[in-house]
């Protein structure tokens, strides 16, 4: 198992005009999604407070034997702080399409309210997942919280249904999680993951917003496992359909998922979270997806703004709750959309090759190709288009 907790983060010097090497983030490559401006990290953790941890587990080659491997999964952990079993945030959910699991959805309907780390695996590993989850909450005379874990299907490359993710994985993943960049592309629950039939895996970006003179964050992280690569669109720009008439590709599965996750420090109530969430499909649809009739498509979207005591919770004693006017929060729905379509882009462009169970190869994006079309459609900015 390998850990990965550092960024794999290219630098903004990287020039188009001549071919490049290794993977990079969009944005460095000029690629400049939407109109409004990134955090520092352009990453979920530019909100105070919340922190990102991975497990990888990479083992094995050659052909499947359940239980054994190959095995390319893992799991990947948020902490919207790491207090939430005791205070609890508001959030929101939605669910384009439920082909799939996200735990704690009717929970977060009903009550409001986000009570649990947040995990991101393969399929068959909610379960133990859930149970480590489980284990953090507190052992007293009040409720237990609920986990919050969510999965996407890694089974083209992974041998999903041996179950690989452990406790210790969690655990893992949860203790080493940070405030700092974040690892994106074949990394955490994205490691087996395919989009747009290229590799895919966990991307990030962020947004600020000042209203009324106060400065907030809006970020996401996505677990990208869906589209075809005929629909693939960058910054509205049709790749996916010239890339397949240049190079013929395998098709890879129809168990075509994603997950993200909205995080922001503004004071938002439940209601409104539940806006947020589902202006996440907008920006998944514009990277090409239309939620497939297989597709697993789940946001979850919380706000660090208000803390509600858990004992106060439960039992009735009261708490108060802020939020942002009403009407200021037209800048937040455009935020969330432009984030999760660059956390999107930032997965897929990081996640490298990929040889899985059985042999079977999922290639990573091809990032000079993909540039080549972007330019044609003069759709580069900054220096490096140059």
Known sequence: MALATLPFLASASTSVGAPIRGRHRARDLGIEIGRMRPG???????????????????????????????????????????GIVEEFFCCGVDAPNGNGELSGMLTARRLGVLNSPICLTNTSSVGMVYDALLKLQPDDDLPSGTPVVGETWDGYLNDVTGRHVLDHDVAAALQNARSGPVAEGSVGGGTGMICYDYKGGVGTASRLIEVNGSRYAVGALVQANHGSRELLRVDGVPVGAVLANRTELRKTVEQKSTLMIIATDAPFLPHQLQRLARRATHGLAKTGSISDNASGDFTLAFSTG??????????????????????????FLEAVSETVEEAIINALFMAEDMTGVDGYFVPAIPLNETLDVMRAHDRLRGADSE
Not at 48 to 56: D, L, M, N, S
Not at 306 to 331: A, E, T
């Open 40 to 82: 520092p990290l352009n990453a979920i953790t530019d909100v105070p407070g919340v922190e990102v941890g991975h497990g990888t587990i990479i083992e094995g080659h050659g052909k499947l034997e359940i239980g054994k491997g190959p095995i390319r999964t893992g799991v990947t952990a948020i902490w919207p702080h790491r």
């Open 306 to 331: 208000n803390r509600i005591p858990r004992r106060s919770f439960f039992r009735g004693s009261g708490y108060h709750l802020r939020s942002i006017d009403q009407f200021n929060i037209q800048s």
